[in-house]
């Protein structure tokens, strides 16, 4: 029986759980969720951060219910990407739950039936983008409702897309302030998985989201291991990645230009691999079609910019690589958790060098924008920076960006081969020393010219090189005085430097140039440990997941379920994908969407024998149980 109004005041908690377990055929809320769901069940605005793949979306989905449930009208889901509307909206039809979306995919008369259901109360949840959120035919069908007590709730996603100094800004958000305006009485749901402290106060500034609750989840992804590599071949490396740890995986790979993407796509299908190309610079068709593909089909490697993957809630994705470095840590997080929602292993993989420290500082001295917002981003920069050259755990940085606390991880790349380190005072020293005497001697030959890192290098390991005698930089006293090292050795001081702060670059030829910093190091003020160099090494292999790497708890053991199928089980699964895939093409929909494969699993591993026991296997709902229940029984029977 549904809880009615003072129910859910007292005690929504026991609603709650019943349907969690009804409609979604879930056993337990996770983490916050509960408390989240409570809290807004009974009208109080909250503000949610939990990390991707952490289970926002219940946290609205479930509060929407009970309210409806109780007389209380719809919710109003507002999402920025409406290519995803319909996978949730479809999700929530195959639970048994009436929702609909709203954007400009609809034609006249599918929008005119969405608003008649809305109007006339029938609609649980309605999602929308924005700008049409705020239409003023949209304010009006919301007013409507509101008068006769039938706009029962706000979840604004993605809600860090309202902060102009986070990653996606989007103008319309701002003016979602007008929903505390002209609704007072409803009550708010913010939620994002981007959640430094600035991002947060811009939420509930903007949105005026001054009484609301915060909730704050864990953001550790403990399933996902980070591995951050030293670039030497960009793509030997990543297909040694690929071919050693992801044969046949889903997986993305991110590239920092649309050129990159088109080339690294084609490359990888040149090897042999299933890779699709995505950007905004393709037209709206084709990349509806790869996404599709990716979301639709097993085993595809997506390779794209970052203006990929937003709401994207594959659940198999079992690599995301980054072949430059990103922007920032939040950025950073975001898409590399966009690995391994299921909660089985998975990997962050980065490659990176010199030029993509160059790359990015270029990038925000170039911007447009003002001071405030380029040194803001310079410190985010710099923290991203200090990630990707840390010697010690990676997650321990990661998530202390995030202000949480925590011990080594024991599943990162530096936990698991703790990196050599050596005292590379000395050597920074001839580095910074040498370019001192090339601006010195530059001057008074009248030849100030460009060098880089090459040939810096060249002048420290005394190489006579056309350009090295051109400059007369063999008379100088630093010429050769860095023979003890090699090229890589060089080169990954430099990079060091760069990224540590204590040398710059300028001008189009990346001319390095001493700061204030270097001084520092001249005067023997500081002492720089500096990470040797790797020989290019083995990806920690698999035994290091196996040993950690799951997800505690039920999502651990469904993960487990996975792996330990024997052959029997296995051939019950694969009927049962079989089976799916049948179903999700006539619904169109994603076959995750109709059953997670820890589901298929699940049923293949327990075999159940009849629509009781099979309703206890974790992710079956009610409405499912009654569409596919017998089907699945015949599947499971006839295979076995
Ligand atoms: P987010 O939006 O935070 O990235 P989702 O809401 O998409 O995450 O949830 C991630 C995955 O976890 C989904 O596959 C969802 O079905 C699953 N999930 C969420 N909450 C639970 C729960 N309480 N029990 C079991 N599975 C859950
Ligand atoms: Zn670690």
Not at 5 to 16: I, Q, R, S, Y
Not at 584 to 610: C, G, K, S
């Amino acid at each position: 029986m549904p809880a009615s109004f003072e129910d859910l005041l007292e005690d929504p908690v026991p609603a709650a759980r019943r349907v969690l377990h009804e409609v979604f055929g879930y056993p337990a809320f996770r983490g916050q969720q509960e408390a989240v769901v409570a809290h807004v069940a009974q009208g109080g605005d909250a503000l949610v951060l939990m990390p991707t793949g952490g289970g926002k979306s219940l946290c609205y989905q479930v509060p929407a219910i009970l309210r409806h449930q109780a007389g209380m009208g719809v919710t109003v889901v507002v999402s920025p990407l409406i290519a995803l509307m319909h996978d949730q909206v479809g999700a929530l039809d195959e639970a048994g739950v009436a929702s609909a979306f709203l954007n400009s995919s609809l034609n006249a008369a599918q929008t005119q039936a969405v608003e008649r259901d809305l109007l006339a109360g029938r609609l649980t949840l309605l999602y929308a983008a924005p700008e049409r959120v705020i239409s003023p035919r949209f304010l009006g069908i919301m007013n409507s409702l509101a008068e006769r007590g039938l706009l029962a709730l706000f979840a604004i996603d993605e809600a860090h897309c309202v902060s102009q100094w986070g990653h996606d800004f989007r103008a319309d958000y701002l003016q979602l302030s007008v929903l505390h305006e002209q609704f007072p009485q409803v009550p708010r749901l913010a939620l994002t998985a981007t959640a430094d402290a600035q991002t947060q106060a811009d939420i509930l500034a903007r949105l005026q989201l001054n009484e609301a609750r915060r909730f704050v989840a864990s953001f550790d992804r403990p399933n996902i291991h980070y591995n951050i590599v030293e670039r030497d071949s960009a793509r030997t490396q990543l297909l040694r990645f690929i071919r050693s740890e992801h044969a046949d995986a889903a997986g993305i790979i991110y590239a920092g230009s649309r050129r990159k993407v088109e080339e690294t796509a084609a490359w990888l299908c040149e090897q042999g691999l299933n890779a699709l190309p995505y950007h905004a610079g393709m037209d709206a068709e084709q990349r509806r079609r790869n996404q599709d593909r990716f979301l639709r089909e097993d085993g595809l490697i997506m390779v794209a910019t970052i203006a990929f993957g937003m709401g994207i809630d594959k659940p198999d994705v079992r690599f995301v690589a980054h072949l430059e470095l990103p922007k920032n840590i939040e950025g950073y997080y975001q898409e590399t958790g966009r690995a391994g929602r299921d909660g089985a292993p998975a990997q962050a993989w980065m490659s990176y060098g010199l030029a993509d420290v160059v790359h990015q500082r270029r990038l925000i001295d170039d911007s447009p924008a003002d001071d405030l917002f380029k040194r803001a981003q310079r410190r985010k920069l710099d923290a991203l920076l200090a990630l990707v050259e840390a010697h010690d755990c990676r997650r321990v940085r990661l998530l202390s960006y995030f202000d949480e606390a925590s011990e080594p991880c024991g599943n990162c790349d530096n936990c698991l081969h703790p990196p050599q380190t050596w005292d590379g005072t000395e050597a920074a020293r001839k580095a910074l020393s040498c370019i001192y005497r090339f601006t010195q001697h530059g001057v008074a030959h009248h030849s100030a010219r460009s060098f880089g890192v090459a040939h810096l290098i060249d002048v420290l390991r005394g190489k006579l090189t056309d350009k090295v005698s051109q400059m007369g930089h063999e008379s100088l006293s630093t010429f050769g005085i860095g023979a003890d090292l090699s090229d890589a050795q060089w080169r990954a001081v430099m990079r060091q430097l760069v990224a540590m702060g204590y040398l710059d670059t300028e001008g189009e030829f990346n001319t390095l140039a001493l700061n204030e910093r270097a001084r520092e190091v001249l005067r023997g003020e500081v002492s720089l440990r500096m990470k040797t160099p790797a020989l290019p090494k083995e990806v920690a292999g698999r035994k290091a997941q196996d040993r950690r790497g799951w997800r505690t708890g039920a999502a651990a053991d469904a993960a487990k379920v996975l792996e330990d199928l024997d052959s029997a089980a296995q051939a019950r699964f694969d009927a049962l994908k079989t089976w799916r895939a049948g179903v999700a093409r006539d619904h169109n929909l994603p076959a995750y969407l109709v059953f997670q494969n820890i589901t298929l699993a699940e049923m293949a591993q327990r075999w159940p024998h009849n629509l009781d026991d099979l309703a206890c296997v974790p992710g079956v709902g009610a409405k499912k149980l009654t569409a596919y229940g017998a089907q699945i029984l015949d599947v499971l029977h006839g295979a076995a």
